[in-house]
């Protein structure tokens, strides 16, 4: 992980970890700073710890985007958020306050497409250091979309900006274990056995 992005990354937690302190912090995130301060101390030695933050990052998309379907209960329902797409479209709105309402409803398919997307890559392991970036600047437009319509507490609460410069630590990584990427780069790089046979023939 590059020197500047680690010191992000480790000025982001202290700033999380301060407003818990005062605030109070849920399963989530305790996790987020488990999960990422062991990756910013860790990674240049070990590079499996990215794979507890690709699992983390995927599961927060794929999770979210299950609550705004109704995956876990409709809307007032203990535990989530939204329960149904209208109720999304409307924190869409709420969120991106500063733009025209009608921009809503195309942000809030717009937002589910990139979850989804960036979800699976991440949990695959597919185009790692691309879908990284990509996540991370879906997180930043929305920590900031929150941060200016939104009272602060939102994207502290979401850990939003930590797990925007996680995803930036993440693409900074040298090595992906456990990845889609790193099985197609060792089968592109593992020699034929026929063009082996052929060089021993002499042919």
């Known amino acids: 992980m590059k020197f500047l992005v680690r010191t992000a990354l480790w000025a982001a937690l202290c700033v999380q970890s301060i407003w818990f302190l005062t605030h109070g912090a849920d399963l989530f995130g305790v996790s987020v700073l488990v999960v990422l301060g062991g990756f910013a101390a860790l990674a240049g030695r070990y590079p499996w710890t990215g794979v507890p933050v690709r699992i983390?990052?995927?599961?927060?998309?794929?999770?979210?985007?299950?609550?705004?379907?109704?995956?876990?209960?409709?809307?007032?329902?203990?535990?989530?958020?939204?329960?149904?797409?209208?109720?999304?479209?409307?924190?869409?709105?709420?969120?991106?306050?500063?733009?025209?309402?009608?921009?809503?409803?195309p942000l809030a398919v717009l937002a589910t497409i990139g979850e989804i997307t960036f979800g699976l890559a991440l949990l695959l392991g597919v185009q790692l250091r691309l879908t990284a970036l990509g996540a991370a600047c879906l997180l930043a437009c929305f920590g900031t979309s929150?941060?200016?319509?939104?009272?602060?507490?939102?994207?502290?609460?979401?850990?939003?900006?930590?797990?925007?410069?996680?995803?930036?630590?993440?693409?900074?990584a040298e090595r992906h274990p456990l990845s889609l990427d790193t099985v197609l780069t060792r089968t592109r790089r593992r020699p034929s056995p026929y063009l082996s046979v052929e060089r021993a023939e002499g042919r």
Request: aromatic content about 14%; glycine content about 12%.
């Open 146 to 172: 929150m941060t200016v319509s939104l009272p602060v507490a939102e994207q502290f609460h979401y850990c939003v900006f930590v797990l925007a410069v996680g995803m930036l630590g993440l693409a900074a």
């Open 56 to 105: 983390l990052m995927a599961a927060d998309f794929l999770l979210s985007v299950g609550d705004r379907f109704g995956v876990f209960g409709r809307p007032g329902s203990p535990n989530v958020n939204w329960g149904d797409f209208a109720h999304f479209t409307t924190y869409t709105r709420q969120v991106a306050s500063f733009l025209p309402g009608g921009l809503a409803p």
